[in-house]
């Protein structure tokens, strides 16, 4: 069960919340933050690859929060957690608790496969270069577990098995039992050896280099040779039941429930003995500069130096048993039985932490940013170099030059030191110059029919100078030059942009549309893009023809075609277009154009889609009404865009039924989700149109209850090809300049509160953008009609 980021949620018995004390807190022993759950945290901490921390609680949830101590999900058990978490080489978590279950989360939280023991477990799962997970139950079983969930074997002590295993070079398995056997198992799980203790073992092993096994068992602590016999033991006066730690120089550091800290050497003298005021059942960490951290009973998180003389203590609310994990920038993690889990921080030189700042090549007057994140404790001291030379006043992780110039160009490193180490980040490289600039735009052309026309562009900047061209947003291939020749032809008319780069950025140039002018202008193409919902929440376009004969008709639905411009998350991925006729009967519905009876005569139109998940219908109408759907499939949701062409105005015919209006009708909303009608207007004079923005009209083909899904307060925008603005209407189309005029046609608005724009255009390309007042949806429709066709 999964629970999103959350600072704080409440929700089935579990509260969970973090306590900033100060995140810049960096001087050993300084809390750094604390994170409470709602119940004891005797798990010990793991540490993920990008500093995230993980754990367990005896709420029953499994933890993931950020090195800041955010919040990015809880994972439900169905009891307490005491294990550490176990990291998988593809980040998936392995986790086992009281519910008698090993656990498999990926690293986004969400639930992989679970793993049913006999009883209880307490001992925590290790893996191995296998990825096979080992983990000991109450079953009195030894557990290994594929990374497909199956057992890949087991092996049965006598007793209960809390002793989390240790893994040597070979991958054989060592762990303890309450039946005071240490065991020795080979990869396959048959058995090595075991050695008889006399005692319970609770305690983990930990191997040293030499194969020597040191573990817990009763008051003693045990060093068992790779071949199973005891080197020498070392006895306290409590119980040992943690997990020793072997330093390089071959001493063992290890707690007792007599209240000490032992270090003993390799062959079992006292070293030194750190008294803490409770039990240590917590095992101890090494940090970065050989400081050794450790929870007591005497709910202390103690911090002990490498001679065993004190360093500091921080108290926390209740017992410390969990065992603590250590940053890589010094940070020691530890639980509490308070119900916390505390940050604190530790010695450390600095270091690193995110990824360092890219080289980069920038505009003069452009702001340049540097970022590099440092940890260390104590907090080191930042001094940022350009060119092997210090920058007077640039002192933190973070460098801002409001507006680089070229004198800011060079090589940037970051210099931070305190009293473990200094730390050289390496040189990132800063290139100030100058993108090309245009002196000459390409301009719109309206060109008669059979002529050919060129586009022309001139830029200035360092070279060299590459050109490349665009048509309706698709690159043109072969055209590399300042001059775009385009011949007579269908495919003439369009939009088209140049980009002009050279080796320090691009630039692009205005959008300029060329259109063939044929007699009499008529829209002969509309272009809807919007949010396309579940249910009713479809995009609708309408289609009226007016004229005898049949005419060529190309509608498109696009989804996945989309991606080029937009991210595809925010697409319709499974589109599917329907074409329905004035009664609302179905004429032909598509899922994929390819698969259309006449995919090949749609490929060889300028209008074919780009991606083959996209749809289209190729159909020769005669005069009559028409609707176009675009939904998704299987609940799908997203931005699409339908579309109708009338093929044979396109391409200069003329010979079927004219289109006298063309509507569509779906759900808009802020930023990328307006809806959003394009036409086109061919021929070679003005035409009168009256564009329609209607949402409270639409009232009376909806029950009243659903009044409140329409657009309640439209706004109706119109734009040319550069996105220059011509006319607005909002309020109410009584209100537009015109109003007299749009009253006397047959197509006023029914609804004072809908919009209406009446308009002379030319031929050319136009949007038409239909939305409400900020951030409001709503369902609307855009009309357009041509007056006196």
Not at 247 to 261: A, Q, T
Not at 672 to 699: C, D, E, M, Q, Y
Not at 743 to 759: K, Q, R, S, W, Y
Request: aromatic share 8%.
């Amino acid at each position: 069960m999964l629970f999103p980021r959350l600072p704080a949620f409440l929700l089935t018995g579990l509260l969970a919340c973090t306590v900033p004390a100060s995140l810049r807190s960096t001087n050993p022993g300084e809390l750094k933050w604390v994170f409470t759950t709602a119940a004891p945290v005797l798990s010990s901490p793991a540490i993920a690859e990008n500093g995230d921390v993980l754990f367990g609680s005896d709420d029953f949830g499994v933890y993931r929060v950020d090195r800041n101590g955010v919040l990015e999900w809880v994972f439900l058990t169905l009891d307490w957690v005491h294990s550490r978490p176990a990291i998988g080489a593809d980040g998936s978590i392995y986790v086992t608790g009281w519910d008698g279950f090993c656990h498999q989360i990926t690293a986004d939280g969400l639930p992989g496969w679970t793993y049913l023991t006999g009883d209880f477990i307490v001992s925590s799962p290790t893996l191995s270069s296998q990825g096979i997970i080992h983990f000991g139950s109450g079953d009195a079983f030894l557990h290994a577990v594929g990374q497909d969930g199956f057992a890949q074997w087991t092996f049965e002590a006598e007793d209960w098995i809390d002793s989390s295993p240790a893994l040597g070079p070979d991958n054989a398995v060592y762990f303890g039992s309450w039946d005071g056997y240490l065991y020795a198992l080979e990869p396959d799980g048959s058995l090595r050896w075991s050695f008889d203790s006399g005692e319970v073992i609770v305690s983990s092993p930990a191997l040293g280099p030499d194969g020597t096994v040191y573990i817990g068992s009763g008051d003693r602590l045990l060093a068992v040779k790779a071949d199973g016999t005891l080197a020498w033991d070392f006895t306290t006066d409590g119980l040992v039941d943690t997990t020793p730690l072997v330093r390089s120089d071959g001493s063992i550091v290890f707690g007792s429930g007599d209240g000490g800290l032992y270090a003993v050497s390799g062959d079992g003298q006292l070293l030194w003995r750190y008294e803490a005021e409770g039990p240590v059942f917590s095992s101890p960490a090494l940090g970065p500069t050989g400081i050794l951290y450790v929870g007591s009973d005497d709910g202390h998180l103690h911090a002990v130096r490498p001679d065993g003389s004190p360093h500091w203590k921080l108290l926390t609310g209740d017992l410390v048993e969990s065992s603590p994990a250590v940053g890589i920038d010094g940070t020691v993690y530890v639980g509490s039985w308070d119900g916390a889990l505390y940050a604190v921080a530790g010695d450390a030189p600095p270091v690193l932490l995110g990824d360092p700042p890219l080289p980069t090549t920038m505009a003069p007057g452009a702001p340049l940013v540097l970022i590099q994140e440092v940890g260390g404790s104590p907090a080191p001291q930042l001094q940022w170099y350009r060119n092997g030379q210090p920058i007077p006043g640039e002192t933190a992780d973070t460098l801002v030059i409001d507006e680089a110039a070229a004198v800011h160009s060079g090589a940037y490193r970051l210099r931070a030191e305190n009293e473990h180490g200094i730390l050289w980040t390496d040189p990132v490289e800063v290139t100030v110059t100058a993108p090309p600039v245009i002196a000459l735009q390409p301009q719109p052309a309206l060109v008669p029919e059979g002529a050919d026309v060129t586009l022309v562009i001139l830029a200035q900047g360092a070279g060299p100078l590459t050109y490349t061209w665009t048509r309706n947003g698709q690159l043109i291939p072969g055209v590399e030059g300042s001059e775009l020749f385009l011949p007579a032809g269908p495919g003439q008319p369009g939009t088209y942009r140049a980009i002009i780069a050279n080796p320090y950025g691009e630039v692009l140039s205005q959008s300029v549309t060329v259109a063939q002018t044929h007699p009499g202008a008529l829209p002969v193409n509309v272009s809807t893009r919007g949010f396309v919902g579940e249910g009713g929440d479809m995009l609708i376009a309408g289609l009226v023809l007016q004229g005898p004969g049949r005419g060529r008709v190309l509608l498109r639905g696009i989804g996945p075609g989309l991606g080029e411009f937009l991210p595809h998350e925010m697409l319709l991925a499974k589109p599917e277009l329907v074409l329905r006729d004035h009664q609302g009967q179905l004429v032909e519905a598509n899922q994929a154009w390819q698969d259309h009876p006449r995919a090949a005569e749609i490929a060889a139109t300028d209008f074919s889609p780009s991606h083959p998940a996209d749809t289209a219908i190729l159909r020769d109408l005669e005069a009559g009404i028409y609707t176009v759907w675009l939904r998704g499939r299987d609940g799908d949701t997203g931005l699409g865009i339908v579309e109708a062409y009338v093929l044979e105005s396109l391409e200069g015919f003329n010979t079927g039924p004219r289109p006298v209006n063309l509507s569509t009708r779906g759900l808009t909303g802020p930023g990328a989700s307006t809806l959003i009608a394009g036409f086109v207007v061919t021929g070679n004079h003005p035409r009168t149109v009256l564009l329609r923005g209607v949402g409270p009209g639409l009232k009376a083909f909806f029950p009243e209850h659903q009044h409140e899904l329409l657009l309640a307060e439209p706004r109706l925008t119109l734009f040319d090809a550069d996105a220059v603005e011509l006319d607005h209407n909002e309020g109410s189309w009584l209100d537009h300049a015109r109003a007299e005029e749009i009253a006397a046609t047959p197509f006023p608005p029914n609804d004072p509160g809908d919009t209406a724009i009446l308009t002379d255009v030319e031929p050319g390309v136009y949007t038409v953008w239909l939305r409400g007042p900020p951030q409001t949806w709503g369902l609307g429709l855009i009309e357009l009609y041509v007056i006196d066709p």
